[in-house]
């Protein structure tokens, strides 16, 4: 099993900072390797997919990069409504798709 | 526009099942995966499952083998996910997604199943 390693747990940040939210994946998953956001009470929803290509309707402040085992979700400027939970997901294995456990970004 | 209406709450007791639904619309049925993903009170996101709804064929998590049954009725565009011998930690919020080559766009709008004796 591919085991995905978020960092950190918790960030709290201010409306306007940039933000680096990070994933490492257990063994290499090349570029298959997905972002989601999560709001309490909802379904998550699907950020970045392929590691870097950003998915329809999705602001351009979010942007996704790495490859590999090391990978990196950047917001560039944060809103009030991108405070929420943020799961990496791999798919490099068909048969077996793992999350990281997920990093809260909380308002400073 | 393409949508996944998931069954109601369920409430059990350990040891029982329980099924839940996902009926999708606005796409072709057969030409997408639909993947199970759980989420217990307070945690993170844990994928269960697969199934192609063309062929059926199923795969999962190794930790539910045995356990769970993903099943589809192509006739009415509807999977479902059955999951057996139910414990309280069975106690989660349960998603179905439709997989595509641009990612997870498409989630129901959960089931939580509860279960207590």
């Known amino acids: 099993e591919i085991v995905m390693t978020q960092s950190p747990a918790t960030l709290s940040v201010s409306p306007g900072e940039r933000v680096t939210l990070s994933c490492r994946a257990s063994?290499?998953?090349?570029?298959?390797l997905a972002w989601f956001q999560q709001k309490p009470g909802q379904a998550p929803r699907l950020l970045i997919n392929?590691?870097?290509t950003r998915a329809t309707g999705i602001p351009a402040r979010f942007s996704g990069s790495g490859s590999g085992t090391e990978f990196t979700l950047t917001i560039s400027s944060l809103q009030s409504e991108d405070f929420a939970v943020y799961y990496c997901?791999?798919?490099?294995?068909?048969?077996?798709?793992?999350f990281g456990q997920g990093t809260k970004l909380e308002i400073k | 526009q393409v949508q996944l209406v998931q069954s109601g709450a369920e409430v059990k007791k350990p040891g029982a099942s329980v099924k839940v639904s996902c009926k999708a619309s606005?796409?072709?049925?057969?030409?997408?995966?639909i993947h199970w993903v759980r989420q217990a009170p307070g945690q993170g996101l844990e994928w269960m499952g697969r199934?192609?709804?063309?062929?059926?064929?199923?795969n999962s998590a190794q930790k539910f083998q045995g356990r769970v049954t993903m099943t589809r009725d192509t006739s009415i565009s509807t999977a479902y996910m059955e999951v057996t011998r139910l414990r309280s930690d069975d106690t989660a919020v349960y998603y179905c997604?439709?997989?595509?080559?641009?990612?997870?766009?498409?989630w129901g709008q959960g089931t939580l199943v509860t279960v207590s004796a």
């Open positions: 392929g590691a870097s």
């Open positions: 063994h290499s998953v090349s570029t298959n």
């Open positions: 199934i192609n709804p063309d062929s059926g064929g199923t």
């Open positions: 997604a439709r997989a595509s080559s641009s990612g997870w766009m498409y």
């Open positions: 606005g796409y072709t049925f057969t030409n997408y995966y």
């Open positions: 997901q791999q798919y490099n294995n068909w048969d077996m798709y793992t």
